[in-house]
């Protein structure tokens, strides 16, 4: 088992910790191993491969790389909607969400194990794609989601796992899914049960 831990910058040491960052972002991985990594998504596939949750067949990381990118979607606009115009864009965003979330079933359900791909158990994509249902689009759409079987499915199989169950229900996971004050949504532990 391998544990993790993180330190959170405050805003007020940001001007400090931020030329000291490769891109002048967060967040970065120091693995001594390799060095540091910057850039989310480097990060989370560096992880995936060094802990075997990247396939190894090219045709299952392509269906990888297509749920990560789906992921992205999905969260670049629920991100764009929580900085932006929240609550008023809500409802209409919702279509949005709905539309994409359609288009991720029939992904998934290409795929009889109810994860993105059939052979491995749970992977990268399949992270990918959990960490962005059940951060933000079940605190937000709980009622789009669950209209999504396939979906809903894949999020509630990877809760499922024995630790990842764990985890969520850990004090090491998170209570707030965005840094309290720079959004007008999910930046209140109750918003992002």
């Not at 932006?84 to 079933?105: F, H, M, R, V, W």
């Not at 850990?170 to 007008?184: C, Q």
Request: hydrophobic share 35%; with cysteine.
């Amino acid at each position: 088992s391998t544990q993790s831990t993180g330190e959170n910058v405050d805003i007020k040491d940001w001007s400090t910790v931020k030329p000291t960052t490769q891109f002048g972002q967060l967040p970065v991985l120091h693995d001594p191993e390799i060095g540091t990594i910057p850039q989310s998504y480097a990060i989370a596939r560096y992880l995936a491969i060094k802990h075997k949750l990247y396939p190894t067949t090219l045709k299952e990381q392509t269906r990888v790389e297509v749920a990560i990118e789906a992921s992205r979607d999905i969260l670049e606009g629920i991100l764009k909607l929580v900085f932006g115009d929240y609550p008023a864009q809500k409802e209409s965003y919702g279509k949005t969400i709905a539309s994409q979330l359609d288009n991720l079933d029939k992904f998934l359900k290409e795929n009889d194990s109810g994860l993105c791909c059939g052979s491995g158990g749970i992977n990268f994509g399949d992270l990918g794609l959990f960490a962005v249902l059940d951060n933000y689009v079940k605190p937000i759409y709980p009622e789009i989601l669950k209209n999504h079987p396939a979906s809903q499915g894949l999020r509630d199989k990877v809760a499922a796992h024995p630790n990842i169950e764990a985890y969520l229900k850990s004090e090491r996971r998170l209570a707030l899914t965005i840094h309290p004050g720079f959004a007008k949504a999910l930046d209140t532990a109750e918003e992002c049960k």
